[in-house]
């Protein structure tokens, strides 16, 4: 029962500061470290942690950026047979202010020769996979698994954040199209949550939900909007936690959990991961999810 997660890896330079800038400067930072990011990326740690075996499958250039991507990955259990090496390329990395509320500033640099196309990926057997988990910052690689897990009728999730690119061939194809607030608003051309996911419901046969931060998940289930309330927590740092929302939530439908059971889960893993400093690093195991979950039934 093997979860595939597809997309971008990156290393994230971490900086935590009393408050994000508001203007141009000079700033010291209280603390500093590096940690491995990227949508699918996390997701994928966040599957390993949780129990499942999980494999990446990305592109990273051929430099020291990228053996540290793949230590992590190894320190986190990630398998990444099917990560390619594009030669004399950078890796993604990313700069991250983390502020004392937890909130976060995020600047992200992708290396244009790290090439986007897809083509070896008809190497890869998707068959041998559960689910499907896609992020929209590799489109090419995400449309071309997202057609592979529709061939084969294997649950798919898309994480529907924002990004440039149109991405409605992506949601067309997705059993499971998770946007962020700002992903599903650049999509619909709206803030209105209810009516965006009702827009977006009418370019995909799959699921539509949104995340609304410590607000909780929203979706249609029969055309009626359903709601997950988040969980308090005390928040240290919101980075990753989209990200590991999805990764959850891939980990459960390759359980088998129906939807409400699904969000819900994934709902806890993600605000579990507040608690702690890093995108990786506060990523619960199933035991500690499942004792907060009793002690918030």
Known sequence: MTVACVGITVLDRVFRVETLPSHGGKFVAKDYFEIGGGPAATAAVAVSRLGLPVEFIGRVGSDDVAGAIMREFDHYGVGHEFTRIIDKATSSFSAILVDDAGERMIIN??????????????????????????????????????????????????????????????????????????????????????????????????????????????????????????????????????????????????????????????SAVAALKCTKMGGREGIPDLDTVTAFLANNS
């Not at 083509?119 to 998707?126: A, N, Q, S």
């Not at 499971?176 to 700002?182: K, L, R, T």
């Not at 999805?246 to 390759?254: D, I, K, R, W």
């Open 109 to 266: 640099y992708q290396d244009s020769t790290l090439s986007r196309s897809a083509d070896w990926l008809e190497t890869v057997d998707f068959s041998l996979f559960e689910t499907v988990l896609c992020d929209v910052r590799w489109h090419e690689g995400a449309a071309y698994a997202l057609r592979e897990a529709q061939k084969l009728g294997t649950p798919s999730v898309l994480d529907a954040d924002i990004t440039p690119q149109d991405i409605s061939d992506l949601v067309a194809l997705a059993d499971h199209v998770a946007f962020s607030e700002p992903g599903l608003a650049k999509f619909s051309h709206t803030d209105d949550l209810l009516s965006g996911l009702r827009i977006a419901q009418t370019r995909t046969d799959g699921k539509v939900y949104v995340t609304a931060g410590a607000e909780g998940c929203y979706w249609l289930e029969d055309g009626q909007l359903q709601h997950a309330p988040g969980f308090r927590v005390e928040v240290l740092d919101t980075t990753g936690a989209g990200d590991v929302f999805h990764g959850a939530f891939a980990y459960a439908l390759a359980k088998g959990m129906d939807t409400g059971a699904t969000v819900r889960f994934a």
